[in-house]
C-alpha cells in the first residue's frame, strides 16, 4: 500500500510540473525560467518514483528493525525472568532439603543418644549383677572352706552351693551372650545410621552442583537469543 501511495504521489508532483510549464508556455514565460521537455518531465517522475521507492523500502526496513528488536527484547525480558524464577526456586528447595537433612541429624543423633544410654545403664546393670554374683560366689568359697573342716555334718550346704555356683555361671554366659547381641545390633544399626547420612550428603553435593554450574551460566545473552 505504500508502494502504491509512493507511485501516486510522483506523479502527482510530475503533473503540476508539466501544468505549471503549460502555464509558462502559454502566458508567455520570462526567458531565464528554467524550461522542461517531455523527455526531461519523463526522467524527473521516473527519478521521483525511485527516490519515493527508497524511501519506502528504507521505511519498511526500519519498521521490521523495530518490530525485530522490540521482539528480542521482550523474548530476552521472559528468559531473564525465567532464569531468575528458577533460582529462586532452586534456592527454596537447597533451603528445604537442609532443614531436613539437619532434622534427620538430629533424629538420628538424639536415637544414637538414646541407644548409648541405655547400652550405658545395661552394662551398669550387668556390672552390678556380675559383682553382687562374685560376691556370692566369693562367699560361696569361704562357705566351702568352711565346710572342709565339717564336711560330713555340712555336705548338703556343701552340694547346695555347687548348685548355686553352676547357676551363677550359668547366668553369667546369659548376661554375656546378651551383651554380645546387644553390642551386635548396636553396631548394624550405627552401619545403617551412617549410611543414611553419607546417602544424604551426596544428594547435597549432586544440588550444590547444579546450583553452581547456574550460577556461572547465568541468563542467556541477546547474541545466543537471537541464533535461536
Not at 143 to 160: G, H
Not at 185 to 192: A, G, L, S
Request: aromatic share 2%.
Amino acid at each position: 500500500m505504500r508502494l502504491h501511495g509512493s507511485s501516486a504521489s510522483s506523479a502527482s508532483v510530475a503533473s503540476r510540473l508539466y501544468g505549471t510549464r503549460s502555464r509558462r508556455d502559454s502566458l508567455g514565460s520570462d526567458p531565464e525560467l528554467i524550461s522542461f521537455s517531455d523527455t526531461d518531465m519523463h526522467d524527473i517522475t521516473n527519478q521521483v518514483t525511485m527516490i519515493s521507492k527508497k524511501l519506502s523500502e528504507m521505511e519498511e526496513q526500519q519498521l521490521h528493525s523495530n518490530d525485530e528488536r522490540s521482539r528480542l527484547r521482550t523474548e530476552n525480558a521472559v528468559l531473564t525472568e525465567r532464569v531468575h524464577v528458577l533460582e529462586e526456586q532452586l534456592l527454596v528447595a537447597e533451603q528445604r532439603f537442609r532443614e531436613q537433612l539437619q532434622e534427620e541429624k538430629n533424629r538420628t543423633r538424639e536415637l544414637l543418644q538414646r541407644v548409648e544410654r541405655e547400652k550405658q545403664l545395661e552394662s551398669e546393670s550387668l556390672s552390678l549383677k556380675y559383682q553382687m554374683l562374685e560376691r556370692d560366689l566369693n562367699a560361696a568359697r569361704k562357705e566351702a572352706e568352711k565346710a572342709r573342716e565339717e564336711t560330713a555334718r555340712q555336705l548338703d550346704v556343701v552340694e547346695d552351693l555347687r548348685g548355686q555356683l553352676a547357676e551363677s555361671k550359668l547366668l553369667i554366659e546369659d548376661l554375656e551372650d546378651e551383651r554380645i547381641k546387644l553390642e551386635r545390633q548396636f553396631k548394624r544399626f550405627k552401619e545403617e545410621a551412617q549410611q543414611d547420612i553419607d546417602s544424604s550428603s551426596e544428594m547435597v553435593e549432586v544440588l550444590t552442583q547444579q546450583t553452581e554450574e547456574l550460577r556461572r551460566n547465568g541468563p542467556p545473552r541477546q547474541g545466543s537469543i537471537i541464533e535461536q
